[in-house]
């Protein structure tokens, strides 16, 4: 009788396992891996679930959800409810968001209008620089705004130059940002008329003999700041290469200064970002010709009967989610949110609460609780967001099934190998090459990945894994990378 029982257990376990459900015991996997004994391979889950055992980095955590968009299941979840801090995957709740509103396609514009009359050679009147805040107005739009203008038959203005900023509130950082990422051009000041990203990039070229100082070439041109030159040409003793600016003091003295061993590349911010736009503006305006009777000042633009606009410089929003996506690029991510907001709530004044409302109520419409996670700006940079594996792939799920949306995102996304911030990882010879379009997200001790792959077997996979605590960020980027392979195998 004994015999009998063992025999049938065994029958049992035989025809389980090769029904392809593992026995598991205390947690582990008890069927041989495939790649070990040349038995059947592990099951997806099993296998995901050695690689969090075994090539997680010690003493972090991470939460993983992977689901096929192609099947229309879920493949695989570990504490997919976590709550994490997702840096710059953050990005892709701000960009689903506004890709999702029904004006999401209206470009972004910086416009010039004057209100009065132009006679004898004067604008007898005022003239003002509305911003909309175009992330990616750069010195060639600059310089086509001012071309523009200066063609209007005068060379006179007589009556004030403004500048209008009243499209956002006049917070210039997001909530949670670090005081001391401050002068670093990854945190400009925000505003809706920005020039050049808010920031100056300075290239420093070695002299002709050892201890010369360095040529320095600043863009854009401006005298709204200064330049001191303390750099030495092959000089170990000067130190390490920087561009800074006396930031504790609020000014904009850009200091250069360290060993200039080859062609070396620097960018510092500006501050305030609207001064920087108007002062380059209006010096420009005075180098093609045209005389000014005062400073320029800030005031809203209300158009009546004597307003007419001069100028309109333009920039789409698919340029504006690209360097969001490819470049990680937080001040876009932060313009985007105030576009959001202005379609979001109909207003022409906004803040940017009213676009993390936005994002709160795309939240719902995905079926979660805006209330179980903490939005605090819109490019990952603030300490304060909080957001989970599961809500990360339902947005990306709700992308996937809105075609206009997944075709604007999916295009914008980093490619495995290839270009933007996964330019080099799973490089060719991996099997992930070319088949993840995914956002990176990273600061310390925090390391993201959210997006989407292709399978061998063609079907197209949503995931997010979302490292933390972390503190060798290399080591969680290769865990990612790692997963990502599992899966294109699959």
Not at 409 to 419: E, N
């Amino acid at each position: 009788m004994r015999k009998e029982i063992l025999l049938t257990l065994l029958l049992l376990v035989t025809l389980s396992a090769t029904a392809g459900d593992p026995v598991r015991g205390g947690g582990k996997v008890l069927l041989p891996d495939f790649n070990a004994v040349g038995t059947l391979p592990l099951p997806l889950q099993d296998r995901l679930d050695k690689l969090v055992e075994e090539a997680l980095p010690e003493a972090s955590e991470v939460g993983i959800v992977v689901y096929d968009l192609t099947a229309k299941k879920e493949l695989y979840t570990y504490r997919q409810n976590k709550l994490c801090r997702p840096a710059s995957t953050m990005k892709l709740l701000t960009v689903i968001t506004a890709l999702s509103q029904a004006r999401a396609n209206e470009p972004f514009a910086t416009d010039v209008w004057y209100k009065g009359t132009i006679a004898n050679d004067t604008l007898v009147g005022d003239l003002y620089v509305v911003g909309g805040f175009d992330p990616e107005f750069d010195d060639a739009n600059m310089d086509t705004l001012v071309a523009r203008v200066s063609s209007f038959p005068f060379t006179a203005i007589k009556g004030k130059v403004y500048g209008d900023v009243t499209m956002k509130d006049s917070l210039y950082w997001g909530s949670g940002w670090a005081w001391d990422d401050n002068p670093s051009s990854f945190q400009p000041y925000l505003s809706p008329l920005i020039f050049h990203k808010g920031m100056v990039k300075v290239t420093a070229t070695p002299g002709a003999a050892k201890g010369d100082s360095a040529t320095l070439v600043c863009e854009p041109v401006s005298s709204f700041y200064t330049v001191a030159n303390s750099t030495e040409t092959k000089t170990p003793a000067a130190g390490k290469f920087s561009v800074s600016r006396n930031w504790l003091e609020n000014k904009n003295d850009i200091i250069v200064k360290g060993n200039i061993e080859s062609k070396r590349v620097g960018e510092v911010n500006i501050v305030p970002s609207q001064d920087f736009f108007m002062h380059t503006f209006v010096e420009r305006l005075q180098e093609k010709g045209i005389t000014l009777e005062h400073p320029y000042a800030y005031a809203e633009f209300v158009e009546d009967s004597t307003a007419a606009r001069m100028a309109r410089i333009e920039c789409s929003v698919q340029r504006v989610i690209n360097q969001i996506m490819k470049k990680s690029d937080n001040l876009n991510a932060e313009a985007l949110l105030c576009k959001l907001a202005v379609q979001a709530t109909g207003r022409r004044k906004v803040s940017a609460d009213d676009g993390l409302a936005a994002i709160n109520a795309q939240i719902r419409r995905v079926g979660h609780n805006p209330a179980d996670f903490r939005i605090a700006d819109g490019c990952g940079l603030s300490n304060y967001n909080y957001v989970s594996p599961a809500l990360l792939v339902d947005f990306l799920k709700y992308a996937y099934s809105r075609t206009s949306v997944f075709q604007s995102l999916y295009k914008s996304l980093p490619v495995s190998g290839i270009d933007g911030t996964l330019q080099s990882r799973m490089r060719s010879g991996s099997i992930a090459y070319r088949k993840v379009n995914a956002k990176t997200g990273s600061f310390t001790g925090i390391s993201s990945l959210a997006g989407y792959l292709k399978t061998n077997k063609g079907h197209d996979v949503a995931f997010a894994i979302m490292n933390q605590n972390a503190m060798s960020l290399a080591k969680a980027r290769e865990f990612q990378n790692k997963v990502c392979e599992l899966l294109c195998a699959e």
